[in-house]
């Protein structure tokens, strides 16, 4: 069950990050949402997956492979389940945020599994496999999406991604469980300082075209940003066992 399940997970992460714009205009309409409050469906997501992808990699490393796909599929359908039954655009920003936490870990945990549990040629079988997944569910993301939206609204769309999604976490608990021999505490202060700085930073871009790049908010939040970031590359020195090692 192992490469099976990690396939779908990438492919079902792949589809969400590329389909999730084809149900903006829906959610807009119903939800009465427009600039940059709906675009945040998709950069939170987007956003959410770029800084726990590095954190979630790691923390699998030490504390288990499996434990962490498995929890990051749940974390991945709560979100999915959250956006489906949302009142208001705020809180379909903070589910797609949730998600986006979730298919990091997909990702990160679901490659280190196949590590683990494959070797020589068969091992660059399933990570070819794996990659390709991941362009198909880029590509196909959008008009997957479409139709689901035409068959089931937009919140039907994100509910058929609940339900897959618990299925890939229950299908997980066939894998075999591993961790890194030698990976040592988890960097707890690295992660926080790169999700904080990573976060600032992308928010100053995203924003910046709305509010202007003069702006006291975008200033302010790029500059701690960068701070954060250089506090960031002084803390993995310094730690026994750096979440970017």
């Given at each position: 069950m192992t490469l099976p399940v990690v396939l779908v997970g990438v492919v079902l992460v792949a589809m969400s990050i590329s389909g999730t714009a084809v149900a903006l205009p829906s959610i807009g309409r119903e939800l009465d949402a427009s600039g940059s409050p709906l675009n945040w469906v998709v950069a939170g997501y987007n956003l959410a997956f770029a800084a726990m992808t590095l954190i979630a990699g790691s923390t699998a490393d030490r504390i288990g492979r499996r434990r962490v796909f498995i929890v990051a599929a749940l974390v991945f359908a709560a979100g999915f389940l959250a956006t489906a039954l949302s009142p208001a655009i705020l809180v379909t920003d903070i589910a797609r945020i949730v998600s986006g936490a979730g298919g990091a870990g997909i990702m990160a945990a679901g490659g280190a599994i196949l590590a683990s549990s494959y070797d020589g040629a068969a091992r660059n079988r399933a990570f070819a496999l794996m990659g390709t997944m991941a362009g198909i569910g880029i590509a196909v993301g959008p008009t997957l999406s479409g139709l689901l939206i035409v068959a089931t609204g937009w919140r039907g769309s994100f509910a058929v991604f609940t339900i897959i999604g618990l299925l890939v976490a229950l299908g997980a608990t066939r894998a075999r469980e591993s961790r890194a021999s030698d990976g040592g505490p988890v960097d707890w202060a690295g992660a926080a300082l790169f999700v904080v700085a990573l976060a600032l930073l992308m928010f100053?871009?995203?924003?910046?075209?709305?509010?202007?790049?003069?702006?006291p908010v975008i200033l302010i939040t790029g500059i701690a940003g960068l701070v954060a970031l250089v506090i960031f590359g002084f803390v993995q020195r310094r730690s026994p066992a750096p979440v970017l090692a």
């Open positions: 100053a871009l995203l924003e910046a075209p709305t509010l202007g790049w003069t702006h």
